[in-house]
């Protein structure tokens, strides 16, 4: 219930005249407002909601899926949601049940509604490396390093970081995705069972840097 229906609900106290002029300056709303709530005119807030394409119970369900399976890893891409919210209207009665999903800006829509949720992108992650613990590895591996940099005996030119980088193939590199607002991850889990392509680099601490080698799927390679 909106602030102008909760005044005609609550009146005035006895002793002030009754009056819409009074209402509104007992309740701080607007005169006509008092006026066209009194008449049955609907809210902007009310109105825009009946024009909403999910009931506000459909929509906090939708709202919950999808910080669920953000909270697990497997955010859903932005194109489905259209398909996901006809999907749950589709569970409404036949005389109020929509003929087509939404159009293509209603996720954009859904997004400014609800402050919780938020589109970025991520890219793919193989299952093999997602959520194992990545955070305690790295940090421990920086303690052992460090105590070893500060060896007198180790140089800069002799010490190198090699990092190797997998692209699957048949998986686009990025993709957009409605997460959490709180969700950091700029990464999703991916099927193991992916052709990979991965390049190893190799640089030294006072910027001297090896080529770059590709490394391809042998049975790809053979084809090609």
Known sequence: MD???????QGLPTSVPRSYRALADHSNVPRSTLHARARGQQSIEAKAQSQQYLTPFGEKAMIAFILQMSALGTPVRIKYK???AFSVARGRPEANRPLKPPGKNWAKA??????????KKVKALDWDRHEKNIFPKIAYWFEVIGKVSEHPDITSENVYSMDETGVMLSKLG????????????????A????????AV????????YL???IIWP???HRTN
């Open 218 to 220: 042998a049975s790809t």
């Open 211 to 213: 080529e770059p080698m």
């Open 110 to 119: 859904l997004e400014d509604r609800h402050p919780q949720l938020k589109a």
């Open 174 to 189: 990025s993709v957009k995705v409605l997460v959490a607002a709180n969700d950091t991850r700029d990464y999703r889990g």
């Open 82 to 84: 259209p398909s996901i």
């Open 201 to 208: 680099e190799c640089i030294s601490a006072d910027g001297r």
């Open 191 to 198: 099927r193991v069972k992916r052709k990979m392509v991965t």
């Open 3 to 9: 602030k102008a229906s909760q005044a005609l609900a």
